[in-house]
Structure formats: C-alpha cells, structure tokens
C-alpha cells in the first residue's frame, strides 16, 4: 500500500527553466517581532507565460518555504493572491511576468490591510463592510412563494449592474483607495460597489435600507474620486462610477 | 443631521457663495479697482443695505461650507467617538462664532459706528 505524504507537495503548474531570469524582491515582515519590513532578493527564471505567482512559488519550492502568501484558484477567479506588485496592487496569478518590463520585480503585502506575515493580509475589515452593505437580495416574497417560477429581468435591468456582480472580493480596490489610507471607518470602495450592485438590481427591494447604511460620515461622501479603485480592478469592475450613481441616489437625481 | 443632507448643504452653499462672490467681484470693476478698496468707499459698501444684505449672506454661506469643510478634513484625519463628537461641535461652535463676529462687524458699520 502506498503511503500518502502527511503534507501535500506544492507544485508550481509550469516548470521553469528558461534562459531569462529577473530579481524577485519579496517583502518579509512579521508584525510579532519585526519593526520593519525588509526585501530578500532571489533571482528566477522566467517563462513568457509566467506569473509572478509562480515566481513566489519558485521561491517557496526551492529557496525558502516560509515565506507567506495566500492563493488558491490561480485564475484571477478566487482573489487570494491580491498584492503590491512593482507598486501596483494586482493579482499575482494574472500578472505575467513578461509584461512588467521590469528586470526586478518586487512584491509587497497590499496596502490598507493589516499584515498577518509577508505577503499575507487580514480580510476582515474588507468582509465586515462586505457583509454591512447586505449583499443579497432584499424583498418579501421569494421565488418559493411566488406564482411564477423566477424574478424575470430584462436585459436592459441586467446591464444596469452587471459589471458590478464581477467583484471577486480580492481588495485590490481597497488596497489602491487613498481615503482608505488615512479613514479607518471608511466603508471603502469594495462595498460601495456593492451596495450600488444591488441597489440597481430590479428584483431588490432593500435600496432605502442600504442607501441609510451608506449615508454615514465615514460611508460614501467620505469618496474623493481619486478613481484608484477603478484603475486596479482585475475584473473591470469601476467602483467610482457606481460610488457617483449612488451618490445620484442620494441627491434625488436617481430613484 | 443625516449625512447626505449635510452634503447638500455642503454643495448648495458652494454653489451660491461662488455666484455671490462673483457679484462681489464684479462690484470693484464698476470703478477703479484700488478706488474701489478706499476707506470712504469701503464703508460706503457697508452702508448700502442691498450690498450689506449681500456679505452677511456671504459670510454665513462661506462660514456653513468652510467649517463643514473642516469637519470633512478633521474626521478623515483621525477617528474615535469622543475625537468624532468633539470635532463635529467644536466646528459649529466655529461656524456660529465666526458669523456671530462678522455680522457684529457688518452690523455696525451699516449703522454707522464705526
């Protein structure tokens, strides 16, 4: 009989053994007794296709285990794998290598979140506004109850949120938001885009509710525009526009 | 005050401010820009009602957009419920000083007494 390995062998998907390499800085910090972060440099080689995920993965497979990062689907569908690539926030599964033009590539935990241990953050914060927002369908009757088999929606209704239902929850937006940076309470730009996902929804019935929760001193009006969220966005999601919509429903110019 | 109306107000006095202090403006043009600013013409200014009228709207206008304005910043740059409340009073404590003093200040050079 076989035996299975107590500990699952972690294997990068493409074996990398190009004639190409560049210097990987990975941020290493552990808030229980580093001050500091520092950058341990490792050189890698690299495939035209390679992800800067799979880089890291290089690094934990044959250079140093520990170092931390969360990631799972490793197709910019699960959004584990948000970080601060060459000073932008990104997802390391959908970030090729080859197209950062860089020789160096240096990798960072993303900002606005707390560090748990290198490249891994904490996602409360970013649930708990999540989760504030509500982000389901609000109304009386349900599908179950009702005489017709479905809440029929047309396409013209779909289109009004339907970019929006692209979030992913990886943070990139929250992590790129300046007023996240400076406003602890501020509900950021994930849940704001959100709150307008199911706002705009015309099977919703919860707008007056969820609008109320938004209408807060440190909810929507705390926004400057600044657009980061929408620039960083894997999904093409644009949180600004949905944080002026809902800004419109706020002033009376959208019912 | 639910924020979104503080907002509006926040916005509607900018916009007005900003169409009366155009008028405002446009008032020194009507003579010689310096000529304009000379004691006697400053204080005739006051003693005109329509124009003292005209800066006592002004100054609340400023005053309600400017402190809220303040209170926007304050909040962004620290937060905590005592900091909150401390911030959110003391601004309309500033704002009703502020148009207390300058409508004094209007006030009694419109009447003369100064």
Redesign the interface.
Known sequence: MAQTPSVAQEQTSTPISSSHTITLRIARFNPSHDNEKQFMEFNIPYEKWTTVLEAILEVKKHFDHSVAVRYSCRQASCGSCGMIINGKPRLACFTKISELDSNVVTVEPMNNFPIIRDLAVRFERLFDSHHKIKPYLIRDDSELTSNEKEFMQSPEELEQYIQFANCIKCGLCNSACP?MA?????IGPQALAQAYRYVADSRDKGKDSRLKII?????I??CHFAGSCSQVCPKGVDPAMGIQFLRGY??GFRS | MRESVIMKIHYGTALAAVALVAVHVLMRVTQGFAESLEYANVIANYQFLPYAGMLEIILILLSVHGFNGLRVILLELKQGRAYEKAVSYGCVAGMVGLIAYGSRTIIMVNMGMA
């Open positions: 007023t400076t406003d602890s309470s501020f209408d807060d001193s440190h909810g009006w705390r706020l002033l």
